[in-house]
């Protein structure tokens, strides 16, 4: 953290104190996200609570690695950024926008910077904690790109490709073609094939909803 905090410049706006409001305000947005009494279940196991609640809410507020990928996002999405507007780095011509081809310029920047800090060798221990999974590494990657490329909010391409994989998350049309539908009225067979190919979609649909929410708190 305050690696971090060194790393942001002294400007009006975009510096670390509000690095710090935008840390603390996700945070509290991801806590109330859900709580035991939105859950309308039997008491009888807390099991069956907490499940109840991962599918709720998509696995955002159960999932340690990407709840601390929210926050580790808010905490980076503007560190080093230069002051002005990426408008004005690409008016100028600026190095930044040479270099990462006037697209979301200081996002950009601000990933990478924070993604090689994150991977120097001091934080070894760190990462070992993070990334127990094969895929985990991977995954909070992709959160942190999406949560911070959102942030851009002035690119009207990106906002909308985001309200187009909103749209597609979860108009009600596209979570039952995603679910697999309707059934048949069990007339069909379902073989362990087709089980596993409806779960992977159940899962890569819920991850897309995570995915999503994920953007718009940050």
């Not at 035991?36 to 069956?48: K, T, W």
């Not at 690695?65 to 950024?81: E, G, K, P, Y």
Request: with cysteine; aromatic share 6%; net charge negative.
């Amino acid at each position: 953290v305050t690696k971090i905090a060194c790393s942001y410049r002294e400007n009006p706006f975009h510096n670390y104190d509000h690095a710090s409001h935008v840390t603390m305000s996700a945070n509290k947005i991801l806590m109330r996200v859900v709580s035991a009494d939105d859950c309308i279940v039997q008491r009888a196991s807390m099991d069956h609570v907490a499940a109840k609640m991962h599918d709720y809410t998509y696995g955002i507020t159960s999932d340690p690695l990407t709840h601390f990928a929210c926050v580790f996002s808010a905490l980076i999405h503007d560190v080093d950024h230069p002051g002005v507007p990426n408008s004005q780095l690409i008016k100028e011509r600026d190095e930044l926008a040479r270099a990462y081809k006037d697209q979301s310029v200081a996002e950009q920047n601000s990933i990478d910077l924070a993604w090689d800090l994150l991977m120097d060798t001091a934080y070894a221990d760190l990462r070992k904690c993070l990334f127990e999974k094969n895929n985990s590494k991977q995954h909070f990657r992709q959160l942190l790109v999406n949560s911070v490329m959102a942030t851009d909010i002035f690119d009207p391409e990106l906002k909308a490709l985001r309200n187009k994989r909103w749209e597609k998350a979860f108009s009600n049309k596209n979570s039952e073609h995603a679910t697999g539908g309707s059934t048949d009225g069990g007339c069909s067979q379902t073989n362990s094939n087709n089980t596993t190919s409806g779960n992977k979609k159940d899962k890569d649909h819920a991850d897309l909803k995570a995915t999503i929410v994920i953007e718009h708190i940050i």
